[in-house]
């Protein structure tokens, strides 16, 4: 049924909400996880534009993701990380389009500021654009 999962990361302590509820659920399917991260920050969003060399945030942004990806290997779970590099919605979408997935699994902070309400957020244009299922869950406090 869900074979492969994908797990979009902030690189922030929220992560922890959608991978805690995760493992049971991959453990239970046999799932491979697909962790995705994208980096969005200046150097990221030009960084093939402008032939740029990796910044220091690109840099922590992918050993952030190696070490989730080698923690839940540790558990038994077959991982493969993703650095994607722009706009975090539109960069998970395309993931989505060209690649197979049978489930997105992330964690949400809701209405948190005006921004998100006039721009909406991540999770929102995410699960209003794909063809496959969405598991959201609200980060805890």
Do not use: C, W
Request: glycine share 8%.
């Amino acid at each position: 049924m869900y074979d492969i999962i994908l797990i979009p990361l902030e690189n922030t302590p929220a992560d922890e909400t959608i991978l805690e509820h995760i493992r049971p659920l991959g453990r239970l399917v046999g799932a491979k996880f697909i962790l995705i991260h994208v980096a969005d920050g200046f150097g990221a969003r030009h960084y093939e534009q402008l032939n740029l060399a990796e910044s220091e945030e690109i840099q922590a942004d992918r050993a952030y993701l190696e070490s989730r990806a080698g923690a839940l290997r540790a558990e038994g779970f077959l991982v493969e990380s993703v650095l994607a590099m722009g706009d975090p919605p539109a960069e998970i979408i395309k993931f989505v389009e060209t690649h197979p997935v049978d489930l997105i699994a992330m964690s949400t902070h809701g209405h948190r500021l005006i921004g998100d309400l006039l721009h909406g957020s991540t999770a929102d244009k995410v699960r209003h654009r794909v063809g496959v299922p969405v598991l959201l869950l609200k980060v805890k406090p």
